[in-house]
C-alpha cells in the first residue's frame, strides 16, 4: 500500500523526483556538506594542529563527544545517505544519473563498513584480530584517513552528477522529470496556458 502510494504519479518519489527534485537535492547536499566538513576539520586537527587522534573530534565533536564514538549515529547517518541516493536517482538522466548511480555504489559499500563496526560494537565481538572495533578496509587505511575517503569519493561523483544534471545535452533534458536546469517538466508543457 505504502510502496503504491510513494509510486503514484502524485507519490512522494514522484515528488522527489519532480517538482521538489531541486529542493531536495539542496537540502541533500547541505547535509553531506556538512558532514563532509566535519571529517575535513578532524584530520586538520590531526595534521596540521597536532591533536592526539582520541581529541580530534571536528567541530560538533569538541561539544558533543558521543558523536564520534557512536556506531549507531555513524551507521545511521551511512543508512539515510544510501536512502537519499536511491530515492533522488530516479530524478537524473543519462551521464548524471551514471555519476549518480556511481556515488550510491560507493555509499552502499561505505554502509557495509559502518554495519560492520556496528555489529562489532553492539556485540562486543571485535573481528579481525584487532584490539578495536575495525572496518575492512581500515586493516589498510587508519579509521580517520578511511572515512575522509570514503565521504569524499562519494562526494564528488555525486557533485558531479549535479553539475550535468543542471547541464543536461538535449536528449537529457528531454528525458527530465523535474524542472532543475530550468525547463518546464512534461507534465508543465501539457497543462495549459493561463495568461
Known amino acids: ?25 539542496n537540502g541533500f547536499l547541505a547535509v553531506v556538506v556538512a558532514h563532509w566538513a566535519e571529517h575535513l576539520v578532524q584530520a586538520y ?8 587522534r582520541p581529541q580530534a573530534r571536528g567541530v ?17 547517518y551511512a543508512i539515510v545517505m544510501l536512502a537519499f541516493l536511491f530515492l533522488l536517482r530516479r530524478g537524473f538522466t543519462g551521464r548524471a544519473r551514471t555519476w549518480w548511480t556511481i556515488a550510491l555504489a560507493i555509499q552502499f559499500w561505505h554502509h557495509i563498513e559502518h554495519l560492520l563496526l556496528l555489529i562489532q560494537a553492539q ?20 579509521r ?8 569524499s569519493v562519494v ?33 508543465q508543457r501539457l497543462a495549459p496556458h493561463t495568461a
Not at 586537527?45 to 592526539?52: E, R, S
Not at 556485540?123 to 587508519?142: A, E, N, R, Y
Not at 561523483?157 to 530550468?182: D, F, K, V, W
Open 1 to 25: 500500500m505504502a510502496q503504491d502510494v510513494a509510486a503514484a504519479p502524485g507519490g512522494l518519489l514522484a515528488r522527489l523526483n519532480g517538482a521538489h527534485h531541486k529542493l531536495a537535492l
Open 144 to 151: 580517520v584517513e578511511l572515512h575522509l575517503f570514503y565521504n
Open 45 to 52: 586537527q590531526i595534521w596540521v594542529l597536532g591533536y592526539p
Open 155 to 187: 562526494f564528488v561523483p555525486m557533485l558531479i552528477a549535479m553539475y550535468l544534471h543542471l547541464r543536461p545535452n538535449a536528449t537529457e533534458r528531454q528525458q527530465m522529470s523535474c524542472s532543475c536546469a530550468g525547463h518546464r517538466t512534461p507534465a
Open 123 to 142: 556485540t562486543g565481538t571485535i573481528f579481525f584480530g584487532q584490539p578495536v572495533v575495525t572496518s575492512v578496509v581500515q586493516l589498510i587505511i587508519p
Open 60 to 76: 560538533l565533536g569538541q561539544w558533543f563527544p558521543w558523536l564520534v564514538t557512536s556506531e549507531w549515529l555513524h551507521y545511521g
